[in-house]
């Protein structure tokens, strides 16, 4: 989180306070425990606190320093029970609060966080952090009204944060302002003209908006200052004309990894390397250094293939008792859900609706996630009501589309639950799907499972599975559009789409990329181009890369016109 390393140092040396142990033996255990932790030697600290732990050792610093400790560790869970722990001691101490709020909403525990985050500000109303925190799981919780209160009110109290100008950026980004957006984002960058990440969140606000050429010279301007900033190069690598852009071609080309410190860092080098011999056609090499890349990001991002198919499984047998899934309810169309893989059309497909004008494109928003936590325990009764609420928050167009991808596992709550709703389902070439989720080097937390070929075989292989259960069940209500056939043919398919979703016809659907509207996923730069199917069959440009996914496919006799054969059904 960005900030935050003055605050972790200091976490990291919480002192010593008048403790009364109850021998010598653990007050030297203690001491030893302390000492480790703060040389760094977190695991050795770790051990020493367990067996405090299990000695019935109860003090408010134990339990703080013990969950710091797990918490370097990466041990949340720990953490968390520990931090709750010196709550119960001390409740009128903000560092375990503030701390609870930010690991819950690492965690996507947004509504645990809240509560938390919001006492922290109460114990100790002037520490930035502790708003920054609130702001973020406000975002989070898709209540853009309160976020922006909150964020005005930290601006007054730390006029010398460009953070709460940033953030205030990024809010207004979210709910289509993209003129209140532009200022607050400049207003950032006069706090901190210096600054590698405003600059580069206005350079990627940008790029979003269709302003290309202004974003290159904010990120020209970001190297100029900081030679080592990976996502500036990799940014560039999505943007840049190899023929006409020789100079930040030649220099992601001549960089060395060795040069960058972090993990991160160096997988963003050879993702920004792999696109451009990608452009520059040199499939081979760009499928070597991409394989390094992905390889690379699996060791910082392991797969969360078993936990997403857990999740939609879990989903899926919940609801399959219960009969009032059954029977699909479309009063009059309001709400257009578009779900399938990243990477499968999605964006282009919003963008051409989005052509509308009383269309408002929510891109990909978890509004839908917070309406069925909300509504649960009226089993969804009023699950309508709470989701048009939350939309209003972002737009009062008639119509508003949700891009959220993994709303294909909500498919019997939309239809069922909300009244006003259709499902649009793209898919694509398998093998063109993986290879460009593989290319695409997500940021965020849900699609670790693209760094691996196999794992997104099998993810494609199983969203078959469950969108044939889907189908028999909700035939009506879900329009199964192929990419391929779009670009091809984008006309003809163009107005089959809009016939079923009821819009009246306009040739302004056939130009998606004069859009208006803005794009901020990783199809942002192709979706401001106009359709073109240059990426069909592009999978062949990596024969021998795809080799293992063919073979997969072919084992379990999944045939790669799947989806087109169940969409003929």
Same mark, same amino acid.
């Given at each position: ?64 320093? %013990? ?46 966080? %809240? ?32 976020? @922006? ?28 302002? =993209? ?34 050429? #202004? ?8 190297? #100029? ?7 500036? %190069? ?76 857990? @999740? ?22 309001? #709400?257009? =859900? ?33 309406a069925l936590v909300e509504s649960e325990k009226s089993n969804f009764s009023n699950v309508d009501e709470i989701y048009f609420n939350y939309s209003q928050n972002f737009s009062k167009k008639k119509y508003i589309t949700n891009k959220m991808l993994s709303n294909y596992m909500h498919i019997p709550h939309i239809l069922s ?31 670790? %499972? ?47 789409? @809009?016939?079923?979703l009821g819009f009246k016809w306009d040739d302004s659907y056939l130009h998606p990329n004069k859009s208006q509207q803005g794009f901020f996923t990783a199809s942002n730069v192709q979706v401001r181009s106009p359709i073109n199917s240059k990426s069909v069959g592009g999978w062949k440009n990596y024969n021998e890369l795809m ?5 997969? =496919? ?16």
């Amino acid at each position: 989180m960005k900030g935050f390393q003055n605050s972790n140092k200091n976490n990291q040396n919480i002192k010593k306070r008048n403790i009364s142990f109850r021998t010598n033996e653990n007050l030297n255990l203690y001491h030893k425990a302390f000492e480790s932790q703060n040389n760094g030697d977190f695991v050795q600290a770790a051990k020493t606190y367990r067996i405090l732990f299990q000695k019935d050792f109860r003090t408010e610093e134990f339990f703080l320093n %013990y969950a710091i400790v797990c918490q370097y560790l990466k041990d949340t869970n720990s953490s968390i029970i520990l931090f709750k722990k010196a709550i119960e001691v001390n409740s009128k101490n903000f560092i375990p609060f503030f701390k609870m709020g930010f690991i819950l909403n690492n965690k996507g525990r947004f509504y645990e966080a %809240y509560p938390f985050a919001k006492k922290a500000i109460e114990l100790e109303p002037n520490l930035w952090q502790s708003y920054h925190n609130l702001i973020k799981i406000l975002i989070n919780l898709n209540r853009p009204k309160e976020a @922006i209160d909150i964020t005005m009110t930290a601006k007054k109290l730390f006029s010398k944060n460009h953070l709460f100008s940033e953030l205030l950026g990024e809010i207004f980004k979210s709910t289509g302002n =993209f003129e209140e957006a532009n200022k607050f984002f400049k207003i950032s960058i006069s706090l901190a003209p210096d600054n590698d990440e405003a600059l580069y969140s206005f350079a990627n606000f940008l790029i979003g908006i269709g302003s290309k050429k #202004d974003s290159i010279k904010f990120l020209k301007k970001i190297l #100029d200052k900081n030679p080592n900033h990976s996502m500036s %190069y990799y940014l560039f690598s999505t943007i840049i004309n190899v023929e006409n852009d020789q100079d930040i071609k030649n220099k992601i080309i001549d960089l060395k990894i060795k040069d960058f410190k972090t993990n991160k860092d160096r997988f963003n080098i050879l993702f920004s390397k792999s696109h451009v011999y990608h452009n520059l056609k040199e499939f081979k090499k760009s499928s070597e250094i991409l394989k390094q890349a992905n390889d690379l990001k699996l060791l910082e991002e392991p797969s969360n293939l078993k936990d997403i198919i857990k @999740i939609s499984e879990s989903i899926k047998n919940k609801i399959h008792l219960d009969k009032s899934f059954n029977n699909p309810e479309l009063k009059y169309i309001r #709400d257009i =859900f578009i779900v399938g893989l990243p990477r499968s059309g999605s964006t282009l497909v919003e963008s051409i609706i989005g052509m509308n004008k009383d269309v408002h494109n929510l891109g990909e928003n978890s509004i839908l996630r917070n309406a069925l936590v909300e509504s649960e325990k009226s089993n969804f009764s009023n699950v309508d009501e709470i989701y048009f609420n939350y939309s209003q928050n972002f737009s009062k167009k008639k119509y508003i589309t949700n891009k959220m991808l993994s709303n294909y596992m909500h498919i019997p709550h939309i239809l069922s639950k909300l009244k006003h709703s259709k499902v649009i389902y793209t898919y694509r070439n398998p093998l063109d799907n993986l290879l460009s989720m593989y290319r695409a080097k997500f940021t965020g937390k849900g699609n670790e %499972y693209s760094s691996s070929l196999i794992d997104s075989a099998e993810y494609y292989k199983y969203q078959f599975q469950i969108m044939s259960f889907y189908n028999e069940k909700y035939k009506n209500y879900i329009y199964f559009l192929s990419y391929d056939k779009l670009v091809s043919n984008p006309e003809q398919e163009i107005k089959k789409l @809009i016939s079923w979703l009821g819009f009246k016809w306009d040739d302004s659907y056939l130009h998606p990329n004069k859009s208006q509207q803005g794009f901020f996923t990783a199809s942002n730069v192709q979706v401001r181009s106009p359709i073109n199917s240059k990426s069909v069959g592009g999978w062949k440009n990596y024969n021998e890369l795809m080799q293992e996914p063919k073979n997969f =496919f072919k084992k379990n006799n999944f045939s790669l016109t799947s989806f087109d054969n169940l969409n003929q059904s």
